[in-house]
């Protein structure tokens, strides 16, 4: 009795220590596991989630003028204003007087004024006028003791209240303005959100052709062409014998490897007015004349099709290749006819490799610049372009992180979407 005891006591203990080993040997293989993953990860942190942070960060925060105006945005903390010539006491002149003539001193003057312009126009004339005459009056043996009228007298502005609650409305360096700016709306003098007059309307307002609803109108006509020229070269590909279908699968990849910059410009040779398809056009007596193709929305729709078709027929291809062709075989052995057999059994079936392929090119579509500034026209370009145009040209950082930023949100959405379409579709079929 006591010998099995005692073997009973140690199969216990050995077991217990055979747990313990295996989660040791689990915990050992997950670190590993873990350190060859992890430079994969530091390099995506900080190649494209730092990124991404810094602009989303920059959308937000704008400290520009609460960090060269501290004394005046203090003499403004308590003062509301009534009337459209309702002016801040007298402390705020004298504040501002000061602020604005150490920012040029340091050479900041510039980017105080170009921010101070993101939410009123005429801003920066005024903010640098100003502070070119304020610094001459501080240079001479009496210097102004009331700022109030000097400044008034270097410009009547200076004696109007939305100009002092341009500063005022600033003065936080957290701001949804860009956002609001983003969809054609501002803070008003009252810190209300009013849209902004109808002839800047141009990114949500503007109807049909504000640049919010463009991108999108041209990005779902783009997929849709996509899809009705890349389903049926798909088809092609996965029913071809192997050998033709590898021949022209390498012609689906050609443009691959061709520079984007190339193939767009290629376009512009063939659809400009003395082009080649004008000059087939003539010659088979279609037209009299030679039509304008390039540089409007025609021409966008055209190359962005024709670059961004590759997307649409590959994931389909890659679908359609595993679709037995048992499936269509066996509904004509049952008296199904070719086409209503392709519409209840085929398609059906690759309707996974459509999701994919539509969710790719529509993503790809909403975020193009290339193609729809170098044929497109003034009314044809994408909010990419005014992305780029803010960050290298008006150098409104923050207006262009909030552009990306909704951007970025439209494409989680669509993917978000497309989770909930494809994952419903899946657990019908099985």
């Not at 783009?222 to 798909?234: I, K, R, S």
């Not at 192997?242 to 512009?268: A, D, E, K, Q």
């Not at 049952?334 to 209503?340: C, D, F, L, S, T």
């Not at 008006?394 to 909030?402: F, G, M, P």
């Amino acid at each position: 009795m006591s010998d099995t005891s005692i073997t009973s006591d140690e199969a216990v203990v050995d077991g217990k220590d055979l747990k313990q080993r295996l989660a040791q040997a689990e915990r050992r293989n997950k670190i590993r596991a873990f350190s060859l993953v992890l430079p994969l990860l530091i390099f995506i942190s900080f190649t494209f989630l730092a990124p991404i942070g810094y602009i989303m960060g920059k959308s937000f925060f704008n400290d520009r003028v609460s960090s060269l105006l501290p004394e005046t945005i203090i003499a403004l903390k308590d003062w509301t204003p009534s009337s459209a010539d309702d002016t801040p006491p007298v402390s705020a002149f004298n504040a501002l007087a000061r602020d604005i003539t150490a920012a040029r001193k340091a050479q900041d003057l510039g980017k105080l004024a170009t921010r101070l312009n993101y939410d009123r126009s005429g801003m920066r004339s005024l903010v640098m006028k100003s502070g070119r005459k304020a610094s001459k009056l501080l240079k001479k043996d009496q210097p102004p003791a009331d700022w109030k009228q000097a400044l008034i007298k270097i410009d009547k502005r200076w004696g109007k209240r939305d100009y002092w609650t341009a500063i005022k409305n600033t003065s936080s360096p957290w701001t949804l303005a860009f956002y609001l700016k983003a969809i054609d709306y501002r803070y008003d003098w009252n810190k209300d959100i009013v849209p902004v007059k109808e002839s800047v309307q141009l990114y949500w307002l503007n109807g049909w052709d504000s640049v919010w609803v463009r991108t999108m109108w041209i990005s779902f006509l783009v997929t849709f062409f996509c899809v009705l020229l890349g389903y049926p070269v798909a088809y092609l590909l996965a029913n071809l014998p192997m050998r033709l279908s590898n021949l022209l699968m390498i012609l689906v990849l050609l443009p691959f490897w061709t520079s984007l910059l190339v193939r767009t410009t290629s376009w512009i040779v063939v659809l400009q007015s003395e082009g080649v398809l004008n000059d087939i056009l003539i010659f088979m007596g279609i037209i009299d004349e030679r039509i304008q193709l390039i540089f409007n929305r025609f021409g966008v729709i055209v190359a962005m099709t024709h670059i961004l078709l590759p997307f649409m027929i590959l994931p389909i291809y890659s679908v359609m290749k595993n679709i037995s062709p048992t499936y269509m075989r066996a509904a004509r052995s049952m008296g199904a006819h070719p086409a209503y057999a392709f519409w209840r059994v085929y398609f059906p079936q690759s309707l996974p490799g459509i999701g994919a392929g539509t969710l790719l090119v529509f993503i790809l579509a909403l975020g193009y610049y290339i193609t729809p500034a170098l044929v497109g026209g003034p009314k044809d370009q994408l909010v990419s372009y005014f992305i780029a145009d803010h960050t290298n040209r008006s150098l409104n950082w923050s207006l262009a992180s909030a552009l990306g930023g909704i951007l970025l949100v439209w494409v989680l959405g669509c993917y978000v979407l497309y989770d909930k379409v494809v994952g419903i579709d899946n657990m019908k079929m099985g």
